[in-house]
């Protein structure tokens, strides 16, 4: 992506789960002459529709929508190959002389797709094995509290379990000798393309009301059925799998959970997703926000939208 292209910039809509970000993008299409492209790591999925409330036809109203369906469940996408994607989609959006709308909560494609994709050193499969290998005979603890000592910033950001990425700050601080949390930072001061970055957002207890609602909802129109459809045909992979929801509706098909506590599981983990997608946000300086009230339209929040676009 070219960072000098100021030819109808993207235009980003972000917030929460829940937040009316897909209808509030497609007016936005509306009044725009826009395409909407979705930065969403579960919506690539197809037959994922219910359990990520991917906008059907009818909802999308004839506006043209990207980067949706492009795997199966069983499939993994990586950030490079839909950073790429996503970029072409924009030029390509930009070139039909239309407006690009970018529309999703995933922070990690949202900031891959914003400021490019941080490389750094490639994988090491000696130092990975040797990690491993330390993990197993000393336990998680260990490797958190090396990092703690040469990149203590990664080491806070990350949890102890989180044994994949405590493993990558590692290898990067090994094999560079600068740690990762300060490539991070120097990688993400320059945006990689022009865009105006919104973020929609809720009072607590009304998002946790819209939240409960909507998995309320997703249950009821067949999330159970969606899930045992792709079990039989393929499954999930190891990122699939992660997706809000479907553990637990497996887990109910397999009669190791009651579909009431289902509900109720995915409602609080949704609701903890949703307070961590907050955090991030804040970390957006440049980003404005919309400050949605209740008995707000996707109507009105896109002419908020717009009426704050103006004033640059």
Request: hydrophobic residues 40%.
């Given at each position: 992506?070219?960072?000098?292209s100021t030819a109808?910039?993207l235009?980003?809509?972000?917030?929460t789960?829940?937040?009316?970000k897909?209808?509030?993008?497609?007016?936005?299409?509306?009044?725009?002459g826009?395409?909407?492209?979705?930065?969403?790591s579960?919506?690539?999925?197809?037959?994922?529709?219910?359990?990520?409330?991917?906008?059907?036809?009818?909802?999308?109203r004839?506006?043209?929508?990207?980067?949706?369906?492009?795997?199966?469940?069983?499939?993994?996408?990586?950030?490079?190959?839909?950073?790429?994607?996503?970029?072409?989609?924009?030029?390509?959006?930009?070139?039909?002389?239309?407006?690009?709308?970018?529309?999703?909560?995933?922070?990690l494609?949202?900031?891959?797709v914003?400021?490019?994709?941080?490389?750094g050193?490639?994988?090491?499969?000696e130092?990975?094995?040797?990690?491993?290998?330390?993990?197993?005979?000393h336990?998680?603890?260990?490797?958190?509290?090396?990092?703690?000592?040469?990149?203590?910033?990664?080491a806070a950001r990350?949890?102890?379990?989180?044994?994949?990425?405590?493993?990558?700050?590692?290898?990067?601080?090994?094999?560079?000798?600068?740690p990762?949390?300060v490539?991070?930072g120097?990688?993400?001061?320059?945006?990689?393309?022009?865009?105006?970055?919104?973020?929609?957002?809720?009072?607590r207890?009304?998002?946790?009301?819209?939240?409960?609602t909507?998995?309320?909802?997703?249950?009821d129109?067949?999330?159970?059925?969606?899930v045992?459809?792709?079990l039989g045909?393929?499954?999930f992979g190891?990122?699939s799998?992660?997706?809000?929801?479907?553990?637990?509706?497996?887990?109910?098909?397999?009669?190791?959970?009651?579909?009431k506590?289902?509900?109720?599981?995915v409602?609080q983990?949704?609701?903890?997703?949703?307070?961590?997608?907050?955090?991030?946000f804040?970390?957006?300086?440049?980003?404005?926000?919309?400050?949605?009230?209740?008995?707000d339209?996707a109507?009105?929040?896109?002419?908020?939208v717009?009426?704050?676009?103006?004033?640059?």
């Amino acid at each position: 992506m070219n960072p000098s292209s100021t030819a109808n910039p993207l235009l980003v809509l972000t917030g929460t789960t829940a937040s009316g970000k897909d209808s509030t993008a497609v007016v936005l299409a509306e009044r725009l002459g826009g395409e909407v492209l979705a930065l969403d790591s579960m919506k690539v999925y197809r037959g994922m529709d219910i359990g990520t409330d991917k906008p059907t036809l009818t909802e999308r109203r004839g506006i043209p929508h990207h980067l949706l369906d492009l795997l199966a469940p069983s499939e993994s996408m990586n950030l490079r190959r839909f950073v790429d994607l996503a970029h072409a989609t924009v030029q390509d959006i930009q070139a039909r002389g239309h407006q690009p709308i970018a529309v999703g909560g995933t922070a990690l494609y949202l900031k891959g797709v914003l400021h490019g994709v941080f490389e750094g050193p490639a994988a090491n499969l000696e130092l990975r094995a040797r990690l491993r290998t330390e993990a197993a005979a000393h336990g998680m603890a260990a490797l958190h509290q090396r990092l703690a000592t040469v990149d203590p910033a990664s080491a806070a950001r990350l949890h102890p379990n989180d044994y994949k990425r405590i493993e990558r700050a590692l290898e990067v601080h090994e094999l560079s000798g600068v740690p990762l949390s300060v490539q991070l930072g120097q990688w993400a001061q320059q945006p990689s393309l022009a865009a105006d970055v919104f973020v929609l957002t809720w009072p607590r207890d009304e998002l946790d009301r819209r939240i409960n609602t909507r998995v309320e909802r997703m249950f009821d129109m067949g999330l159970l059925e969606e899930v045992e459809r792709i079990l039989g045909s393929g499954g999930f992979g190891p990122q699939s799998g992660e997706a809000v929801g479907y553990r637990e509706a497996a887990a109910v098909l397999a009669g190791t959970m009651e579909r009431k506590t289902a509900v109720q599981l995915v409602q609080q983990r949704t609701r903890q997703f949703a307070r961590k997608q907050l955090t991030w946000f804040r970390s957006m300086t440049a980003a404005r926000w919309v400050e949605a009230r209740e008995g707000d339209s996707a109507e009105s929040l896109a002419e908020r939208v717009l009426s704050l676009r103006a004033r640059v």
